[in-house]
């Protein structure tokens, strides 16, 4: 399957799917286009394209869920795999280790090209023109605490030495015409990039880009070593270099077909308050914290520019398709370093990426010879807590044999209501949590410190009390079978 190089060949492929709804009629920014989006998340429904927003100014477009689980029963997983260059009906194991193979391919770095080869910039507005104004920026929740520009776009910094190149994802709240402010949380990649200018006392340039190849914003979602630079991971993922152009106000590099690029500089300090906003786990939050604030000096963008949009909340959204997926190939690739045999690593979306499913072969027992379930299950637990980020802000571990695919609900939960003991076999570790992760008590929200627990949920060997499943697959012979799926439609 061959890779994007912007957003709208993207949409066109999902509309081809089936899986992409024009929305033709008059649409508001204020809450009515996240509505019609987080409804999309919960019944499973195609993607939202809104082509006519009631505020707009510049003929811009806006387009929800661009990453949410598809609204094809039959290949759920298609915009993750479109989005990374997989054909769409590519499950959940084959996605993940398509992500691990390109940690450890060699990077693809970018290649810059002319401004008039760029999309980006076919409209540039500099100096007092180049205001936040011009667009219709969207309220996203009631609760939240302003207009969020930024739910899907990345954030390119470089630390002052130049030795880094970052590109994340951090939400981004809209303060006035020239103004925003987001999180900026150290260890996250963007707070030690920001750290490390503060720390000389200077304004950090920063480069939003919304749109563009739709591995982008993916790559930018994902956990990534620190050190790392996207680009030539998406180089990688590509088979060819993502064509970058350098922005109006400073030396970074840009998308080249990105839809929108707002350009400044971040202050120093932290100065301004930012949130609430709608968090992962499902819940609004209330808190609020001070972070540094975005300078608007230019804006550049493409004619009819589309502004991709995720209201942020519970399962399943961007986060945790996106970013869920990408911490299960963190996961997968630390354990198979650690020589351990392991067939998958999943993390369910509906649980909100408080669950991890980690599957092994059924023939584990040989590559470990003389070690049981119990030692089996430890070691990854210690890879797990041991990987260091956000490998170890993950609550509850299940490890279970292949013959369960995690990424199947029905599957997953006979499995844990049938091979889970309901008190013993189990391993705790102490480690980070955040403080909306509503499982933990206040005092370890506040401490930010908590428990996980990996559960070991193997199967006896055959021959050793291992039973086969009563189901059509394994308590009916082959030729029974056949018959039956013969005859099926008839």
Known sequence: MSHFTDLRGYLDALDALGDLRTIERSVSVDLEAAAITRRSYEIRAAAPLFTNIAEDRTGMRMFGAPAGVSSRADMPLARLALSVGLPPETGAAALVDHL?????????????????????????????????????????????????????????????DGAWVNWSISRIMMLDGKRMTGLVVPPQHLGLVWQAWAERGEPMPYALVQGGAPAIPFVGGIPLPRGVDEAGYIGALHGEPVEVVRCETSDLEVPAHAEVVIEGHMSVGRDSREGPFGEYAGYASTQSSTQPVYSVEAITYRDDPIWPIVPEGRPPDEYHTVTGTGRAANVLHALRRAGLPVTTVWMPFPAAMHWTVVTVPDDWRSHLPGVDSGEFVRRIGEVIHNSGGPSAMMPVTFVLDDDIDPSNEADLLWALSTRLHPKDRRFAWDGVVLPFMACYTEDERKAMRGPSVVHDGLLPAWGEGRLHHSSFAQAYPADIRRRVLEHEDG
């Open 100 to 160: 691990v193979r390109v940690r450890d391919a060699v990077p693809v770095p970018p290649r810059a090209v002319p401004r008039e080869n760029a999309p980006c910039k076919q409209n540039v507005l500099l100096g007092r023109e180049a205001t936040l104004d011009r667009f219709a920026v969207p309220r996203l929740h009631e609760s939240d605490g302003g207009r969020y520009l930024n739910t899907w776009g990345v954030i390119v910094v470089r630390t002052p």
